[in-house]
Structures are given as C-alpha cells and as structure tokens.
T-cell receptor
C-alpha cells in the first residue's frame, strides 16, 4: 500500500542554519506530494505541494522537489528562523484510487534556537 | 473569512459517556475528513465524506460515528466503545482538486 516515511526528530538547529527534512514515499501511480506544518496547539497548514515529477513546490523560503527516480520529496530551507519551530508533515495523495485521501508521515519536530 | 471551525477547543469525557465534536466549514467544499493525532504519531483517518448523506470508514473507525446531513457540517461522536479516546482530533475539508486539504484548529479530548 501507499506510505510515507520521514526522518525522525526532533531536529534542533540554530537560527540561520540550513534545514533538510527527508521524506520518501511508496505509491502506485502518480501521487501528489505535500508538506504541511503544525504550530503548537494548532491544526495543520499547507506549506507547499507538487503534483508531478520534477515539480518544485516553494513557500516562505521552503522548497521541495518531487523526485520520482528516488521517490523523495525532501524539505529544505536555506536559513531557518525561530518562528519556523513547528512539526512538519510530509503527505501524499494517490487520488487515482477510490479514497483520494492523504497519507501522512509521522511528522518531524523542528526547534530553532536563537 | 472562510475557514473550518472546530469546537470545543478542549473536551473532557467521563467513563461510559458519548461526546460529540463539532466541525463546520464555509468553504463550500464537498469533502470532509476526521483525523486522530497521538503524540509522536502522524494523522490517522477516522471517517471521511465525499458528499452530503454519504460517508466512509477510514483506518480507525471503531468506536466513532459521524453524520453528514449538511454540506457545511460533519460532526464526530466518540462513543463509549472507544476505550482510548484521549487524543487531538482534526477536521479537514477539500474541494477534491489535487486533494489539497484545509484543516481546523483541532479539539483536544481527554478522559476524566
């Protein structure tokens, strides 16, 4: 079945450091891929998306490229800020199936220290 | 402002009690979802509804029930059969396009 695996946290970085959170997936067909962010005590917000191979999603300085050959969708940011501290979820949607639902990774907690 | 409203923000359940979590959206989305989130876990799908008066079980539906009588509303009942209900519950909705889902702020349920 479809699944998402993302690196375990927590990840602790100093402000202005480079961020990479790894995400790999297993899916049939051609899924869409997403990164969601959850700030403490809140729901999830869509951070970025990519709907086909080689697409690059970007938002708020974050980027991720849909790599079909390596089945990956790693999240990167060149210079993190304290306000980026949150839990990040990688997800896929294989809407060719009957459910069309999102399948989430377990989340990676990021803490950025000043 | 359009969005998804979940209420209450915090809820406490007594032993043997059924409780209902509210989810309302004014985004005119057809599809709505309920997820459960436990510490250190991803989101697990409880129920979803693609259209009014129809809903489907997700991966962990046992001990939960839903209804979808109106497009805007998708309440979740946590029944007494759910033996471990303590969790953070998230409601989402979607137009179906690329299955981008929009989430509410969540309800935290605890057992007294």
């Amino acid at each position: 079945g479809n699944s998402v695996t993302q690196m375990e946290g927590p990840v602790t970085l100093s402000e202005e450091a480079f961020l990479t959170i790894n995400c790999t997936y297993t899916a049939t067909g051609y899924p869409s891929l997403f990164w969601y962010v959850q700030y403490p005590g809140e729901g999830l917000q869509l951070l970025l998306k990519a709907t086909k191979a080689d697409d690059k999603g970007s938002n708020k300085g974050f980027e991720a490229t849909y790599r079909k050959e390596t089945t990956s969708f790693h999240l990167e940011k060149g210079s993190v800020q304290v306000s980026d501290s949150a839990v990040y979820f990688c997800a896929l949607s294989s809407y060719g199936g009957s459910q069309g639902n999102l399948i989430f990774g377990k989340g990676t907690k990021l803490s950025v220290k000043p | 402002d359009g969005g998804i409203t979940q209420s209450p923000k915090y809820l406490f359940r007594k032993e043997g009690q059924n409780v209902t979590l509210s989810c309302e959206q004014n985004l005119n989305h057809d599809a709505m979802y309920w997820y459960r989130q436990d510490p250190g876990q991803g989101l697990r799908l409880i129920y979803y509804s693609q259209i009014v008066n129809d809903f489907q079980k997700g991966d962990i539906a046992e001990g939960y029930s839903v209804s979808r009588e109106k497009k805007e509303s998708f309440p979740l009942t946590v029944t007494s059969a759910q033996k471990n209900p303590t969790a953070f519950y998230l409601c989402a909705s979607s137009t179906g396009e690329k299955n981008i889902q929009y989430f509410g702020a969540g309800t935290r349920l605890s057992v007294l």
